[in-house]
């Protein structure tokens, strides 16, 4: 065989409840992840030394060397399976980028994803799904849901994934911002909005005109307690009615986002005023995702953001999406498709 290609979903996360800062620095959370068609493409071949190629939307931003996630991803199946499982000396990892990098919207998570799949086929490593999850929360908090995909429930530092009975398809739009934000800032921005907000009434103030009023359903800087799963999220999520779901997204992190990047309120609200069912930033930043009626809306709703000039450029998705997938093997003529 001489490679293996897997294609694999950005997300957007419906719920986000953050817990307190935990002592090694993660954060427990509650969400509910749900895979976006919007995919990146991995191509993993056999090769004399390792080597990582990206091109496509953000390219120039990915690292190349061993910090490239996708290439983190390769090592530990590797040093999970043990080194026998290669039958070359490096891999050859070449990225295809649509997914946004930086963006709230996991994608060099994703990557990992769709490397660890790619390279269990091309070695016939025969790592079960469960197996591979277990290599992939080594890797990322995010690569474990990258690899099932659809709409699931992730705890613990986000790498424990149960899939959520959910019904129908939700229409989005997606505006993608110039600026890029880092995940351990926006955390950080949270757990000092937090502690403001504990120390000092006057903060609480300022953090709740960081949120964006009788909207997405946040509190001002999110519970300090344990979070919990939300159950009116979940009932809608059964009802597969996107006005009863609108109302519910909520993010913790979206306040700390915003106080990075200010402008995100404007975001938001245009979305609201050209009548979004929801409208919320995806995961960290900076992206936002607009919840539309269906899929003509969701085309009007692109039209109006894409005038507003609010954001660098806009897509619409669908969602719920399928997990990372081998979807071509060229060498030896398997399906070219394949759950
Ligand atoms: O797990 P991953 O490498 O994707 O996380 C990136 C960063 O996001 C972590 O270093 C941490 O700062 C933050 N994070 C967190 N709590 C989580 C997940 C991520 O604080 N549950």
Redesign the pocket.
């Known amino acids: 065989m001489t490679a293996v290609t897997a294609r694999v979903p950005a997300k957007v996360n419906l719920q986000l409840s ?1 817990g307190p ?1 935990r002592s090694d ?5 509650v969400t509910v992840f749900h895979a976006l068609a919007l995919f990146d493409e991995v191509t993993v071949s056999p090769a004399d030394t390792d080597s990582v190629v990206v091109t496509g939307e953000g390219a120039d931003r990915v690292p190349l060397d061993a910090d490239n996630l996708a290439a983190r991803a390769v090592a530990a199946l590797v040093e999970a399976v043990g080194p026998g499982v290669r039958d070359s000396p490096g891999v050859a990892i070449e990225i295809r980028k649509r997914i946004p990098v930086a963006a709230g919207l996991a994608g ?2 994703a990557d990992a994803a769709a490397a660890l799949v790619a390279c269990n086929e091309l070695w016939g490593a025969g790592l079960s799904p469960q197996e591979l999850a277990e290599v992939a929360g080594q890797v ?4 474990g849901f990258a690899l099932f995909g659809g709409t699931a429930i992730g705890l ?4 424990q994934v149960t899939p959520v009975l959910a019904t129908g398809t939700y229409h989005w739009v997606l505006a993608f911002a110039a600026e890029v934000l880092s ?2 800032a926006v ?2 921005a949270c757990d000092r909005l937090r502690e403001a907000q504990a120390t000092s009434p006057d903060a609480s103030g300022a953090a709740a005109m960081a949120g964006v009023p009788g909207s997405v359903g946040t509190s001002a800087v999110g519970a300090a307690g344990p979070p919990q799963l939300n159950t009116r999220l979940m009932a809608a999520l059964r009802s597969g009615d996107p006005a009863e779901l609108g109302p519910l997204l909520s993010n913790d992190l979206q306040p700390a986002a915003i106080s990075l990047l200010p402008r995100l309120r404007q975001a938001l609200a245009a979305g609201q005023e050209h009548g979004a069912l929801g409208a919320i930033v995806s995961g ?1 930043g900076p992206t936002c995702a607009y919840l539309a009626r269906d899929g003509k809306h969701a085309r009007d709703l692109a039209v109006a953001l894409t005038g507003t000039g609010v954001c660098r450029s806009v897509v619409t998705v669908t969602g719920p999406a399928p997990g990372a997938t081998v979807i071509s093997v060229p060498a030896d003529g398997r399906p070219v498709s394949r759950p």
């Open positions: 953050v800062r620095g993660y954060h427990d959370l060099g998570s990322g908090s995010d690569v613990g530092r986000g790498d995940t351990p955390y950080a960290s």
